[in-house]
């Protein structure tokens, strides 16, 4: 990945790449495609951000790879492999929200009070730079031990935030982020949302053959409930505004 965003690119974006973004995804994902912060302004409101990887400005309106894209319209799943819709030197370097590496993005950030009321939004073309990757698993442990009151345990080495970022601050933010998503879930029902809680399937392959050896279900849990919180609000955000 020797790619640089040009500097005229990054003046006409607002620049987050000071801000502790931290994307939260399966251990497994290559394509990490949405990160999120969050911190407290000097007023005491609290701001949370969305960032969305920038395909458009890699992907032109009437190129072939826009063809291609229309054509695979999303990235397929199968037990042991995926197929992309974009070529893997964008959904998995170029255009993947990797720790220490610039990303151009587009995002949404609004400013809540503490009851997770909306009260402004900034929608707009930024750039970021992720200082922490997690995984669900890591990110429950750290719900589950503010739970019950527990030490928080310490970082695997592979999720171990950088750039002057540290463990406590990535784990107050997670809680921050799971507060307010808790009550944005509240909210959402409280306005008849309905909530489709299909199971999702998993399998167990063999490593020599690649062939299926177990099924389970797909657990999803408190971390999982936060990034898709957050999601559905920037969903419902950009539907609004357009």
């Not at 973004?21 to 990160?35: R, Y």
């Not at 054509?71 to 929200?97: G, K, N, V």
Request: aromatic letters at 6%; one cysteine or more; charged letters at 30%.
């Amino acid at each position: 990945d020797d790619f640089t965003i040009p500097p005229e690119e990054i003046a006409r974006r607002r620049d987050l790449r000071a801000l502790g973004v931290t994307s939260i995804d399966p251990a497994t994902a290559k394509d990490l495609d949405d990160a999120l912060h969050v911190r407290t302004l000097p007023d005491g409101r609290i701001e949370v951000g969305v960032h969305i990887a920038d395909v458009s400005f890699f992907v032109r309106p009437g190129t072939a790879l826009d063809q291609e894209a229309k054509t695979r319209a999303t990235t397929t799943y199968l037990m042991d492999r995926c197929l992309p819709m974009l070529p893997h030197i964008l959904s998995e370097t170029l255009c993947s929200l990797n720790p220490l590496v610039d990303r151009l993005a587009f995002s949404v950030i609004w400013t809540l009070d503490e009851n997770a009321k909306i009260e402004a939004s900034w929608f707009g073309r930024t750039v970021i730079r992720c200082k922490c990757r997690l995984d669900y698993d890591t990110a429950q442990r750290m719900i589950d031990s503010e739970a019950h009151g527990a030490e928080q345990p310490a970082f695997p080495d592979k999720y171990k935030p950088e750039e002057g970022v540290t463990e406590a601050e990535v784990v107050r933010d997670v809680l921050a982020l799971h507060g307010l998503a808790r009550k944005l879930r509240a909210a959402r029902h409280d306005q008849g949302s309905v909530a489709i809680n299909q199971v999702k399937v998993g399998f167990a392959l063999d490593q020599e053959s690649g062939l299926p050896t177990d099924i389970f279900a797909y657990q999803q849990r408190e971390a999982n409930r936060l990034v898709e919180e957050f999601m559905l609000l920037a969903n419902t955000s950009v539907a609004a505004k357009i």
